[in-house]
């Protein structure tokens, strides 16, 4: 299962349609990240080199022209050449022999030859598309290209009169998933479905076995289920916060014992394809919801399906904010960790100290996906093919001015929407959710460990 040649060149046939014309793009791959000395850290490709060819090898570049003199239509892929002795150390290389005809390139050209023919091939056109600032080595190469076209003698060579941001096109092109998109997407929901539905288990076995669970041994269950599915990597760094850690948002350490009585919070999602999915449950470590962690998550949950009722197209994703907003607020009132009314809270925003996030983002090959949320300084409408989170959380830090038996607890539930013509499809909702799902799964993993 992966995108097709013919997706990926109706892609680039779209980008170079909606680029003025005599135009050229660049689009770099992404580099091998130094982790220690001589080691990297796994490579992973760059989103938009992924979404244009779907090449996957480090320091490659994307050319397309759509000048008369190329017919309206060049695509020129630089990638390393093939080498058997740095093939044998670092891994096998496809390279431009082969690269043409695998990936549906016009011309492909070694990694080494780049800098020269790039002037060559910038020469006479209007205009440059390119990702000003997205990576340093790339801003070099352009000024470089640059720079030489404009110091060749006069009458030789002509640079283009501007550089334009390509991610203005590209980013709204990724914001629309095609239905080979959407299928990628469900599958890096059902693995994530499935690893936080193991991480549950598990900890309803330890609960049952009286045994300690780590935040580690957590984070290990979901990367297990992850890897076992054949998604080598989460799509971003996994959160599993246990007790007040589930207060700090981007919580990664993931190293201490959670104690018994305390919520959980794991936020995860694998990446199938370079597409991710981006889950987060809440649920009480010992298998059983105390009083007041029932009520907060009945309030946490409530307000996300309050909200989703807003996702369809023609609403905006402000709307489906604010009313998680009010729902969120007016239960802070009711239990007492706010005072006075709706209105005023809302006006002066005191749910900001409980909820401090926004609702959602667009969600694609990156976990914080491209796309603009305004268009004219107006909330833009939601769309039959956009894909985001809805991920409303209450958290109420152990030094928070309420009841002590409120604090240290912190609640986010999110799931993963797809827009449709009418309304959404949860690619996610098969993860226990209500309290009586989570106590149940837990609860049965216990009996199974039993008998
Ligand atoms: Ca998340």
């Not at 914001?175 to 936080?196: D, F, G, N, Y």
């Not at 330890?206 to 990367?223: F, S, T």
């Not at 919520?263 to 809440?282: F, H, K, N, P, S």
């Not at 539930?413 to 499809?425: A, C, H, M, Q």
Request: glycine fraction near 8%.
């Amino acid at each position: 299962m992966q995108i097709s040649d013919s997706e990926f060149q109706a892609r680039r046939s779209a980008l170079l349609k909606q680029m003025q014309p005599d135009s050229i793009a660049l689009i770099p791959a992404a580099q091998l990240v130094t982790r220690s000395r001589d080691t990297e850290f796994p490579f992973r490709q760059d989103s938009y080199f992924q979404y244009m060819c779907g090449f996957p090898e480090p320091d490659a570049c994307l050319v397309l022209s759509n000048h008369g003199r190329y017919n309206q239509k060049l695509s020129v892929l630089f990638c390393l050449a093939k080498d058997p002795v740095a093939e044998v150390w670092q891994g096998r290389r496809i390279g431009p022999e082969q690269a043409t005809d695998k990936f549906s390139i016009d011309l492909a050209l070694p990694l080494d030859e780049m800098s020269g023919e790039l002037i060559d091939l910038v020469d006479g056109h209007q205009h440059l598309y390119f990702a000003t600032g997205h990576s340093q080595a790339a801003d070099e190469l352009v000024e470089q290209v640059m720079t030489s076209l404009r110091g060749a003698p006069k009458q030789t060579k002509q640079a283009p009169t501007s550089v334009v941001d390509i991610r203005v096109i590209l980013d709204e092109m990724r914001l629309h998933k095609s239905p080979k998109e959407i299928q990628m997407m469900q599958k890096a929901s059902a693995i994530s479905v499935a690893a936080h539905s193991r991480a549950m288990r598990f900890s309803g076995k330890c609960a049952q076995a009286n045994q300690p669970v780590l935040e580690a041994q957590l984070e290990a269950e979901i990367h297990h289920e992850f890897a076992m599915q054949g998604a080598k990597y989460p799509a971003y760094g996994t959160i599993v916060g246990g007790g007040d850690n589930a207060c700090i948002l981007h919580y990664t350490e993931n190293n201490q014992v959670i104690n018994s009585g305390d919520l959980v919070l794991i936020d995860a999602g694998c990446e199938w394809q370079g597409y991710a999915a981006d889950i987060t449950r809440t649920f009480p470590v010992n298998g059983v919801f105390s009083p007041e962690q029932k009520q907060l998550y009945q309030l946490v949950l409530d307000a996300q399906l309050a909200s989703f009722n807003w996702i369809k197209p023609g609403n905006t994703l402000k709307q489906a904010t604010d009313c998680a907003i009010q729902v969120i607020t007016q239960g802070l009132i009711e239990l007492g960790l706010l005072s006075g009314s709706l209105e005023d809270n809302i006006e002066e925003q005191t749910y900001r100290a409980f909820f401090m996030h926004g609702l959602g983002h667009w969600l694609g090959l990156d976990v914080h996906d491209v796309g603009q949320y305004k268009q004219g300084g107006q909330d833009r409408p939601l769309s039959s093919g956009m894909v985001l989170t809805i991920e409303p959380g209450i958290y109420v830090s152990p030094d928070a001015d309420v009841a002590p038996k409120w604090q240290g607890m912190g609640i986010r539930i999110e799931d993963n929407l797809l827009v449709t013509d009418t309304g959404y499809v949860n690619l996610t909702e098969c993860v226990p959710k209500t309290i009586a799902e989570i106590e149940g799964l837990m609860a049965v993993s216990s009996e199974s460990h039993n008998g």
